[in-house]
């Protein structure tokens, strides 16, 4: 069976090639791996590369072929009629490659042979962009912002622009990969007729080697992992920290990403908005000597922060099936997350690791503080939470599943 993938980012496996560094997309590659390996499988995969470059080039006996910005549908289509798959696999609808990819596959008509996964759906995320900033800083614009004519409000309008592009994809497509309730319920409203696959999805190689043990952890440390725009709600959990703080005054929250603080007056000048709020959020509340940042790390350094930490933290205002606290649960960080999205398909309350209202991040606080407070329970959250996402992300049985769908869609 030919199989063709679009893929919003290059693998791993083709990065290492062209000497560079891919810290995302974990997940695809140990898939493509598995079917590469596989006698019955041969996959073709097309993937964005942010290079003005076209070219095609094999690795671990995938053959790779690149798209970039200027890839449309007429290129989809040519790589689509060179290789003869048997089945189209689009990974992604958030961006214009998955726009391209679906038109393509319905001008050489294998629509009905093109299946869609679910990653997560910019469409539905526009709405809750702005979750929890302050209302007067939506419209508010910083000198940087004034020069290149954007703000929160233009970002959360781009985001849900973007989202037309998604419901035209999912509207035209025939089938969907998701595994959770809330990835169901939106692809279903946004097209009823769509036949839902359910496949979970395979994690990093790495996550699944190490376990979390609380007599190893940094006791009061807290881990977030992505802090780069509002939906990730940096700010709900630096609102919740100044609340651990005055039980713990000792806590840390280890952070992925750069230090917003400016150094002087001219970085305060190149601020946007969010970058200030969560600025003025640190230093109104005295949080600087409670917060670490760790720029971007590989696979063996996120594992290492997962195994150091005493509570991993999601805090989005929106997700579908965080990779992220499947990666925590796998190696059994005990886990604090907004209930938002898909997260409740993941683990279930108090028994794998504690929800809160995404809205409130008081009750965020909460949660930290009981795992802070009682080893015990944490290392029981810890232990049901490895067991879930063993099975959940078993890779076996993952890699069985898409076969299967593969099969049924040719």
């Avoid at 989809?76 to 391209?100: A, F, L, M, N, Q």
């Avoid at 683990?347 to 809205?359: A, C, D, R, S, V």
Wanted: proline share 2%; glycine share 6%; hydrophobic share 35%.
């Amino acid at each position: 069976m030919r199989i063709l993938w679009f893929t919003n980012v290059e693998l791993n496996c083709i990065a290492e090639q062209l000497g560079r560094t891919i810290v995302v997309g974990g997940w695809m590659n140990t898939m493509a791996i598995q079917l590469s390996e596989n006698v019955e499988t041969e996959l073709f995969v097309a993937c964005y590369t942010d290079k003005d470059e076209y070219w095609d080039k094999k690795a671990h006996d995938i053959s790779f072929f690149s798209l970039n910005k200027n890839s449309g549908v007429e290129y989809c289509t040519k790589i689509i009629s060179y290789v003869r798959p048997d089945v189209i696999h689009i990974w992604g609808t958030e961006t214009s490659r998955s726009y391209y990819a679906i038109q393509a596959a319905e001008k050489v008509q294998m629509l009905d042979h093109t299946v869609v996964s679910i990653q997560g759906l910019v469409s539905v995320y526009s709405r809750h962009y702005l979750d929890g900033v302050p209302a007067k800083l939506v419209y508010h614009k910083t000198v940087k912002e004034f020069i290149k004519n954007n703000n929160l409000y233009h970002a959360s309008k781009v985001m849900e622009k973007q989202g037309k592009e998604e419901i035209f994809t999912l509207k035209k497509a025939k089938h969907c990969i998701g595994r959770t309730d809330w990835d169901y319920a939106c692809a279903k409203q946004i097209n009823p007729k769509i036949q839902y696959h359910f496949c979970n999805e395979t994690l990093r190689p790495r996550f699944y080697e190490s376990e979390w043990n609380y007599e190893e952890c940094k006791k009061n440390t807290l881990f977030f992992s992505q802090s780069h725009y509002p939906i990730k709600g940096l700010h709900n959990i630096l609102v919740s920290l100044s609340i651990v703080k005055q039980f713990y005054p000792d806590v840390k929250v280890r952070i992925l990403g750069n230090n917003p603080i400016p150094r002087n007056f001219l970085e305060r000048l190149k601020q946007g908005t969010y970058e200030r709020y969560i600025t003025d959020l640190i230093l109104n509340n005295q949080l600087e000597e409670n917060i670490e940042w760790l720029g971007r790390l590989d696979e063996e350094s996120m594992v290492r922060e997962y195994l150091r930490a005493n509570v991993f933290v999601c805090s989005s205002s929106i997700e579908n099936s965080s990779n992220s606290i499947g990666e925590a649960m796998l190696i059994g960080t005990p886990v604090v997350a907004a209930d938002v999205g898909g997260i409740k398909s993941l683990m279930k309350h108090n028994e794998e690791g504690i929800l809160y209202q995404g809205t409130a991040p008081y009750m965020l606080a909460d949660g930290i503080i009981r795992l802070f407070k009682d080893n015990k329970t944490a290392s029981y959250m810890s232990s049901n939470a490895r067991k879930r996402a063993l099975k959940t992300h078993n890779i076996g049985a993952n890699f069985t599943q898409l076969v299967t769908i593969y099969n049924c869609i040719r």
